[in-house]
């Protein structure tokens, strides 16, 4: 059962400047709106990042400006009467209150406040630097809050101190662990939180709660994106674009236009497939660098690439005998049926006959006074066999791109590799399972849920190994 609105873990993420803090938190927040940057000072003020899932916070995490006079603050804790242990807290308590507007402090406030409010604290420290004494100041006056605390490494460079580092830190917090918020996987972050758990034993249970929730709502997303998936493919791959024509054929700009205009909604397709991909995983201000979808000449036009409303030469028949019957009843009935219905089979058998025969010429065929049909140019479904590849390669590995990024990233997304995807996940015992599928989804009539359903485990299956 999830906590109260106000019974839940809450973690300051604290440390030196431009050691990754805001990274971590937007990391473990699943929130891109977290605002990084690579110069000092990035953070001024603490701010609130909640996690929820159903409206409801499952932890919250504060991103803090960096510690910037922790010698003067710890020199004053020390000038102050010397305290038992267990109010060494309160201690902290009346230099928030006595210096909260003194400019100087401003940045040890405002890291600080969180954590006598209650709040877990996170220490976050570069191991790629070599560790430094100075860093024991920031570490005393965290640990005389008596706060649970961990400390995280964050690697940002190419060295590698982490032994330097675990030594020392293991002196002031009761856990230490490694942590890349930008390379961080799913799984990293179910670890972390299963280490956080450790702290309290009031966050214990909370906490695994939080991780539940957590794995539900990943496999739910990853649920979602199929269903988009497969949504978007059946959309482009039965797309029929019509457009009325006056003469007996279309003219080479009717093609050109129309071949645009197909070619457009399928782009369209896919770039609503993307923007609700990148909804689903919870990115909304992502940058895009990927290759245009381009479509070949080849299969573009149907069959018939003028027709009456797209109908065959056998439901044309019908319509034309229809006409004609219509026209032969008028006939009947102004001969009192004296004719026994003669007019009307007669009138239906020329007026099929005239519909067959006149497939290529007809324009305008009038019933009581309405058209029956009119001339269109159509394109579409594609008929391309490779088409449903190339929409799906670049789906699966755009949506696996999204699904395993991580929200303290903020470079440009690359897509212009997903040719490889289609080829590593699309053997040729698949291909030949999906391209059954493909031809009964370009079949609106014989596509039912069943043909669906057997195309979503496909496709799930597909973007499951490509998540792991």
């Not at 609700?276 to 919870?282: C, D, F, M, S």
Request: glycine share 8%; proline share 3%.
């Amino acid at each position: 059962m999830m906590q109260n609105s106000k019974n839940y873990p809450k973690f300051a993420v604290v440390g030196h400047p431009n050691k990754g803090k805001s990274s971590i938190v937007s990391s473990l927040a699943l929130d891109d709106s977290v605002q990084i940057g690579d110069t000092p000072g990035t953070t001024q003020v603490k701010r609130g990042f909640p996690l929820k899932v159903d409206g409801k916070i499952i932890y919250e995490l504060f991103d803090t400006p960096g510690f910037q006079r922790a010698r003067r603050v710890l020199g004053w804790l020390e000038e102050q009467e010397s305290v038992p242990a267990d109010r060494r807290a309160d201690l902290l308590k009346i230099f928030i209150a006595k210096h909260r507007d003194d400019p100087r402090f401003r940045d040890e406030i405002e890291l600080l406040e969180p954590i006598m409010e209650g709040a877990g604290i996170i220490y976050v420290v570069d191991a790629s630097k070599p560790y430094g004494a100075e860093y024991e100041i920031e570490m005393e006056i965290l640990r005389r809050t008596g706060q649970p605390s961990m400390a995280i490494l964050n690697l940002i460079g190419n060295e590698d101190y982490t032994e330097q580092w675990k030594r020392a830190l293991g002196h002031y917090f009761r856990l230490v662990r490694t942590f890349n918020p930008i390379e961080a996987t799913f799984n990293n972050h179910m670890d972390l939180l299963e280490s956080m758990a450790q702290l309290k034993e009031e966050w214990t249970q909370p906490i695994k709660v939080a991780i539940d929730v957590l794995n539900g709502l990943h496999q739910q997303k990853i649920d979602q994106s199929v269903d988009t998936i497969v949504e978007s493919m059946q959309k482009s791959l039965t797309f029929v674009y019509s457009k009325d024509i006056k003469g007996e054929s279309a003219t080479k700009k009717e093609k050109s236009s129309s071949q645009t205009a197909y070619q457009q909604q399928i782009v369209n397709y896919e770039k609503e497939r993307e923007k609700n991909i990148e909804q689903i995983w919870n990115h909304r201000s992502i940058d895009k660098v990927e290759n245009a979808l381009v479509l070949d000449d080849v299969g573009l036009f149907s069959k018939e690439s003028a027709s009456i409303f797209g109908l065959s030469q056998k439901a044309l028949m019908i319509t034309g005998a229809s006409a004609g019957a219509i026209g032969g009843l008028g006939i009947d009935l102004a001969l009192g049926g004296g004719t026994f219905f003669l007019g009307s089979i007669i009138g239906g058998t020329v007026g099929g006959i005239g519909a067959m025969l006149g497939f290529n010429n007809l324009y305008e065929v009038k019933v009581m006074g309405k058209n029956i049909g009119h001339r269109q140019l159509t394109i579409g479904p594609m008929q391309n066999i490779n088409f449903p590849y190339i929409l799906l390669g670049r789906a699966l590995f755009h949506a696996s791109v999204i699904a395993k990024r991580s929200h303290a990233l903020r470079n440009s997304v690359v897509l212009e590799n997903e040719a490889s995807y289609t080829e590593q996940l699309i053997d040729s015992e698949m291909r030949k399972k999906l391209e059954k599928l493909h031809l009964k989804l370009r079949n609106k009539d014989k596509c039912n849920e069943e043909i669906i359903e057997e195309y979503r485990k496909v496709i799930l299956e597909s973007f499951s190994n490509l998540l792991k």
